[in-house]
């Protein structure tokens, strides 16, 4: 049980801060460049190992496309696409990177390029480039929500809160922009605000279980293992119930790379991005 795992610990408070920057980077690993919601962080994915022979299925067979055209701007994004999936962040960045050098007007490259740079751990640039692949008076809400995930990153968070704000405008009770938020509440230190803020995310048409493995590891870093063992398994087959239970121990327990690093491809997640 939950409890017993946490008896060395003080506070969960003061362990939310060594788990919850290593999600946000998963969630980031997650994110799709168009047509997906980005979400912060998450426990796992019921289709995960499905997900991650597809993954290297699509690296394989986008490499042979981009190889035989560099030049074609989708090839390139979709090649790049395909890495970041299969946890090859390096590789993503230096793809997509080229790509935006070639295309440099193209938006969308643009945001593929900071969504990987930011999966690298390059946050000031992943957040200047995303900054270009959109503008003020067009904006992607998609991305505005990923800015925010690089500005917690960076510890920004009264920033990376505007830009949640403003992508709730575009999208009002958005899921996985409430997940971001609450994620951003939780890292600095306000665990009742985040749990009501990914309450609401829960609660919202749309909602997939990331958003509700997210609403878990809050309640449990408060100290209630019960009830988030509960929200856990809720709506699951048993093995994935199970499962997601087990992360969220060892997510609590002080080792948040356990699944990632046993599988060494990121955690999906809406996402970040």
Same mark, same amino acid.
């Given at each position: 049980?939950?409890?017993?795992?946490?008896?060395? *610990?003080?506070?969960?408070?003061?362990?939310?801060?060594?788990?919850?920057?290593?999600?946000?980077?998963?969630?980031?690993?997650?994110?799709? +460049?168009?047509?997906?919601?980005?979400?912060?962080?998450?426990?796992?994915?019921?289709?995960?190992?499905?997900?991650?022979?597809?993954?290297?299925?699509?690296?394989?067979? *986008?490499?042979?496309?981009?190889?035989? !055209?560099?030049?074609?701007?989708?090839?390139?994004?979709?090649?790049?696409?395909?890495?970041?999936?299969?946890?090859?962040?390096?590789?993503?960045?230096?793809?997509?990177?080229?790509?935006?050098?070639?295309?440099?007007?193209?938006?969308? $490259?643009?945001?593929?390029? #900071? /969504?990987?740079?930011?999966?690298? #751990? !390059?946050?000031?640039?992943?957040?200047?480039?995303? +900054?270009? %692949?959109? +503008?003020?008076?067009?904006?992607?809400?998609?991305?505005?929500?990923?800015?925010?995930?690089?500005?917690?990153? $960076? #510890? /920004?968070?009264?920033? %990376?809160?505007?830009?949640?704000?403003?992508?709730?405008?575009?999208?009002?009770?958005?899921?996985?922009?409430?997940?971001?938020?609450?994620?951003?509440?939780?890292?600095?230190?306000?665990?009742?605000?985040?749990?009501? +803020?990914?309450?609401?995310?829960?609660?919202?048409?749309?909602?997939?279980?990331?958003?509700?493995? !997210?609403? @878990? $590891? =809050?309640?449990?870093?408060?100290?209630?293992?019960?009830?988030? &063992?509960?929200?856990?398994?809720?709506?699951?087959? @048993? &093995? &994935?119930? @199970?499962?997601?239970?087990?992360?969220?121990?060892?997510?609590?327990?002080?080792?948040?790379? @356990?699944?990632?690093?046993?599988? !060494? =491809?990121?955690?999906?997640?809406?996402?970040?991005?």
């Amino acid at each position: 049980m939950l409890p017993q795992l946490l008896q060395r *610990y003080r506070s969960p408070r003061r362990l939310a801060f060594a788990v919850l920057p290593v999600l946000l980077t998963l969630g980031l690993c997650g994110c799709q +460049t168009a047509g997906a919601p980005d979400v912060t962080g998450s426990l796992g994915d019921k289709a995960e190992p499905n997900r991650v022979a597809d993954a290297r299925r699509d690296v394989e067979l *986008y490499r042979d496309r981009f190889r035989a !055209n560099p030049k074609d701007a989708d090839a390139a994004l979709q090649y790049g696409q395909a890495l970041r999936a299969a946890g090859q962040r390096s590789q993503a960045v230096a793809v997509l990177e080229q790509a935006t050098i070639a295309h440099s007007g193209n938006k969308v $490259l643009l945001a593929g390029y #900071g /969504r990987a740079l930011a999966d690298n #751990g !390059n946050f000031q640039k992943a957040f200047d480039v995303l +900054t270009r %692949a959109h +503008t003020p008076d067009d904006p992607d809400w998609r991305i505005l929500s990923v800015q925010g995930t690089v500005l917690d990153q $960076l #510890g /920004r968070h009264d920033e %990376a809160r505007q830009y949640y704000a403003t992508a709730l405008k575009i999208v009002p009770g958005e899921p996985s922009v409430l997940s971001n938020l609450g994620l951003s509440y939780a890292l600095s230190k306000d665990l009742p605000k985040a749990e009501e +803020t990914l309450r609401r995310a829960y609660g919202s048409a749309g909602a997939d279980m990331r958003v509700r493995q !997210n609403l @878990a $590891l =809050v309640v449990g870093l408060q100290g209630r293992f019960p009830e988030a &063992e509960g929200i856990a398994r809720a709506d699951q087959p @048993a &093995e &994935e119930a @199970a499962a997601n239970v087990a992360y969220l121990k060892q997510l609590l327990h002080g080792k948040p790379n @356990a699944r990632r690093d046993a599988d !060494n =491809v990121p955690v999906s997640a809406k996402r970040l991005d």
